[in-house]
């Protein structure tokens, strides 16, 4: 018999959506589904597998209905994912096997479609690649409607809640998450799941507070029970006592009224207190991002990443495809500038469903990739590299080359750019000639030589993602070592000091387009540093714009200079946390 907790406690988890929540739980549990296996009469088979075929045509019916409605309440891009259900209900070798094991068994239908997808789910989940994996997601959820059908029993449902509700799920399906009752859903909460799960970008997207990653909530909570959802910091409190609902209430209300402070400041200029101008751009992803640019404030774009272009059209746009997109992106963000980075495929970005272009390697992070592959590949990068030189004629453009390790591959990839150059003079086609080239810095070795490559290109954007994870040999993807990711490393610290030593002594400035950039406990490091441009996601502008009106530069080199004279990631992330909070006060 399990224990439930009546007095108040808390579980951490994931914070993934932002914004506190108070009500009542909503225990959103799917039952396993029963299902029968049993002996068919041979003079029943034929209907057997006509009742399968009914099924499916339901089932694409009601995947159908969602994705229409997806796509009014969330839009196109939300509402593809439904698109990958549709194809596995066209899937030959599910369909097929599970027809085969019928007719070859003569047991009834669903016992046998219920074998066929466990054993691909299975198959699917114990292989080592991110998207096929989730296509077992995708199986899952869709194979449960089939039965569903096949068993005649409603779907579950999270469409009519009573009132307004928090929703607590070991996990919640697309199509669950895309029937989310949107007028009484106040937050969503999970034992599972990732900040990048469909039901937190639903979540994101209804601008309601979610939390992942809480492992046995669903255990420890009933029906009914109240519970204070902080998804600022990733908090679930169970039956708050008076005094914490007060606090919760009086954080609700500092939070609120600070989220309006930054609607406020995202307009203003990115000034320290004593006069230093910072610029503050955005990385995007897809073209139709570009309007977030000026909405919080941005100026300009200090990374598109061009790859998204590839993996979402799943195979190579055409040079033309790729000069439309980013005519799009370029003019949509103009008079304002935009940085355009060459393609970087691989690693975290693996090209699916293209063996022959991107092969299966034993260790992808240090593979055949972004570059490396361009360079190999010819013919694919000019066609890129000519795309973005004609959409430099339609506004201000740069262009930079990531996971550069070496001089070599920066004079290669510069050598084919004068030859695309070359070819659009020739030909009379509009481009800017004078487009600055700059590098990034992500990788030590590039670190190490920065003065070197200072004197070929125009600019340096470090990536610190990539140059963090491959300073400390730490996956940046796997949460086992998560904790061992360590932005504040010393040796970080110093690689980042001799790139902008390096980048300032050659004349060309300097900026940081990681994640790092983006965190307000850290900004201050980079810009004392010596950086003088940050670029990150577009809502984290208006947090790190606060912070640099609430701050003296001088103030920044001293922690920077401190920072370089302690020993420990720690040591050093605490005198940046401690800036931080002296000028931004929460709680
Ligand atoms: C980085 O590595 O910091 C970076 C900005 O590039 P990406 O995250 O696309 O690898
Ligand atoms: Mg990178």
């Given at each position: 018999?399990?224990?439930?907790?009546?007095?108040?406690?808390?579980?951490?988890?994931?914070?993934?959506?932002q914004g506190i929540a108070y009500g009542q739980v909503f225990l959103y549990l799917q039952s396993e589904l029963q299902v029968?296996?049993?002996?068919?009469?041979?003079?029943?088979?034929?209907?057997?597998?006509?009742?399968?075929?009914?099924?499916?045509?339901?089932?694409?019916?009601?995947?159908?209905?969602?994705?229409?409605?997806?796509?009014?309440?969330?839009?196109?891009?939300?509402?593809?994912?439904?698109?990958?259900?549709?194809?596995?209900?066209?899937?030959?070798?599910?369909?097929?096997?599970?027809?085969?094991?019928?007719?070859?068994?003569?047991?009834?239908?669903?016992?046998?479609?219920?074998?066929?997808?466990?054993?691909?789910?299975?198959?699917?989940?114990?292989?080592?690649?991110?998207?096929?994996?989730?296509?077992a997601v995708d199986l899952r959820d869709v194979a449960q409607r089939v039965l569903q059908n096949l068993l005649g029993q409603?779907?579950?449902?999270?469409?009519?809640?009573?009132?307004?509700?928090?929703?607590?799920?070991?996990?919640?399906?697309?199509?669950?998450?895309?029937?989310?009752?949107?007028?009484?859903?106040?937050?969503?909460?999970?034992?599972?799941?990732?900040?990048?799960?469909?039901?937190?970008?639903?979540?994101?997207?209804?601008?309601?507070?979610?939390?992942?990653?809480?492992?046995?909530?669903?255990?420890?909570?009933?029906?009914?029970?109240?519970?204070?959802?902080?998804?600022?910091?990733?908090?679930?409190?169970?039956?708050?006592?008076?005094?914490?609902?007060?606090?919760?209430?009086?954080?609700?209300?500092?939070?609120?009224?600070?989220?309006?402070?930054?609607?406020?400041?995202?307009?203003?200029?990115?000034?320290?207190?004593?006069?230093?101008?910072?610029?503050?751009?955005?990385?995007?992803?897809k073209a139709d991002e570009t309007r977030l640019v000026a909405e919080h404030g941005a100026e300009g774009v200090g990374l598109?990443?061009?790859?998204?272009?590839?993996?979402?059209?799943?195979?190579?746009?055409?040079?033309?495809?790729?000069?439309?997109?980013?005519?799009?992106?370029?003019?949509?963000?103009?008079?304002?500038?935009?940085?355009?980075?060459?393609?970087?495929?691989?690693?975290?970005?693996?090209?699916?469903?293209?063996?022959?272009?991107?092969?299966?390697?034993?260790?992808?992070?240090?593979?055949?990739?972004?570059?490396?592959?361009?360079?190999?590949?010819?013919?694919?990068?000019?066609?890129?590299?000519?795309?973005?030189?004609?959409?430099?004629?339609?506004?201000?453009?740069?262009?930079?080359?990531?996971?550069?390790?070496?001089?070599?591959?920066?004079?290669?990839?510069?050598?084919?750019?004068?030859?695309?150059?070359?070819?659009?003079?020739?030909?009379?086609?509009?481009?800017?000639?004078?487009?600055?080239?700059?590098?990034?810095?992500?990788?030590?070795?590039?670190?190490?030589?920065?003065?070197?490559?200072?004197?070929?290109?125009?600019?340096?954007?470090?990536?610190?993602?990539?140059?963090?994870?491959?300073?400390?040999?730490?996956?940046?993807?796997?949460?086992?070592?998560?904790?061992?990711?360590?932005?504040?490393?010393?040796?970080?610290?110093?690689?980042?000091?001799?790139?902008?030593?390096?980048?300032?002594?050659?004349?060309?400035?300097?900026?940081?387009?990681?994640?790092?950039?983006?965190?307000?406990?850290?900004?201050?490091?980079?810009?004392?540093?010596?950086?003088?441009?940050?670029?990150?996601?577009?809502?984290?502008?208006?947090?790190?714009?606060?912070?640099?009106?609430?701050?003296?530069?001088?103030?920044?080199?001293?922690?920077?200079?401190?920072?370089?004279?302690?020993?420990?990631?720690?040591?050093?992330?605490?005198?940046?946390?401690?800036?931080?909070?002296?000028?931004?006060?929460?709680?």
């Amino acid at each position: 018999m399990e224990t439930r907790d009546r007095h108040e406690f808390t579980v951490q988890g994931i914070a993934a959506s932002q914004g506190i929540a108070y009500g009542q739980v909503f225990l959103y549990l799917q039952s396993e589904l029963q299902v029968p296996d049993y002996q068919v009469e041979t003079e029943r088979r034929i209907d057997e597998v006509a009742r399968f075929d009914r099924a499916l045509v339901a089932t694409r019916q009601q995947i159908a209905r969602i994705k229409a409605e997806v796509e009014r309440n969330l839009g196109p891009e939300e509402a593809a994912i439904f698109d990958a259900h549709l194809l596995v209900l066209e899937d030959e070798a599910l369909i097929g096997e599970t027809v085969r094991e019928f007719e070859e068994s003569g047991r009834n239908i669903e016992g046998c479609f219920q074998r066929v997808s466990a054993r691909y789910i299975r198959a699917f989940e114990e292989i080592d690649d991110e998207y096929l994996r989730e296509r077992a997601v995708d199986l899952r959820d869709v194979a449960q409607r089939v039965l569903q059908n096949l068993l005649g029993q409603a779907e579950n449902s999270l469409k009519r809640l009573a009132g307004e509700r928090i929703v607590v799920a070991v996990d919640i399906s697309p199509s669950a998450s895309a029937s989310l009752d949107r007028s009484s859903a106040l937050a969503l909460v999970t034992d599972s799941g990732s900040k990048t799960s469909h039901a937190v970008i639903v979540a994101r997207s209804m601008k309601i507070p979610a939390v992942v990653g809480l492992r046995d909530l669903t255990r420890r909570v009933s029906d009914g029970d109240w519970a204070i959802i902080d998804g600022y910091d990733g908090l679930v409190i169970v039956n708050p006592s008076e005094a914490t609902l007060f606090r919760y209430g009086k954080i609700q209300e500092r939070k609120k009224s600070f989220e309006a402070l930054l609607r406020e400041v995202s307009h203003l200029p990115a000034v320290t207190l004593d006069g230093v101008a910072v610029t503050l751009q955005a990385n995007i992803e897809k073209a139709d991002e570009t309007r977030l640019v000026a909405e919080h404030g941005a100026e300009g774009v200090g990374l598109y990443r061009t790859e998204f272009l590839y993996l979402n059209a799943g195979r190579l746009p055409t040079e033309e495809e790729q000069y439309r997109d980013y005519r799009a992106v370029v003019e949509a963000v103009a008079p304002r500038p935009v940085i355009i980075r060459t393609l970087d495929l691989g690693g975290d970005k693996p090209m699916t469903g293209q063996t022959d272009l991107f092969p299966r390697e034993p260790n992808p992070f240090m593979g055949f990739r972004a570059i490396r592959w361009c360079l190999e590949h010819a013919a694919v990068f000019k066609a890129q590299l000519r795309a973005i030189l004609r959409a430099s004629a339609h506004g201000r453009v740069r262009m930079m080359y990531p996971m550069i390790s070496g001089l070599d591959e920066l004079e290669r990839a510069n050598a084919l750019l004068a030859e695309c150059r070359e070819e659009l003079r020739a030909a009379g086609i509009p481009h800017d000639g004078e487009l600055e080239v700059g590098t990034m810095i992500e990788i030590p070795s590039a670190a190490l030589i920065a003065d070197l490559l200072a004197r070929q290109c125009r600019f340096f954007s470090v990536g610190t993602n990539d140059l963090i994870q491959y300073t400390l040999a730490i996956d940046r993807g796997n949460d086992r070592i998560a904790h061992l990711y360590e932005p504040t490393h010393p040796a970080v610290v110093r690689s980042l000091r001799q790139i902008v030593t390096e980048a300032r002594r050659a004349g060309i400035p300097a900026g940081v387009c990681g994640e790092m950039a983006g965190d307000p406990v850290y900004a201050p490091l980079l810009l004392g540093l010596g950086f003088n441009s940050l670029s990150m996601s577009p809502a984290w502008i208006p947090a790190v714009k606060y912070l640099i009106r609430a701050m003296r530069m001088s103030d920044a080199r001293a922690l920077a200079e401190e920072a370089l004279a302690l020993g420990s990631a720690s040591a050093i992330h605490a005198r940046c946390e401690a800036f931080y909070r002296a000028r931004v006060r929460l709680e």
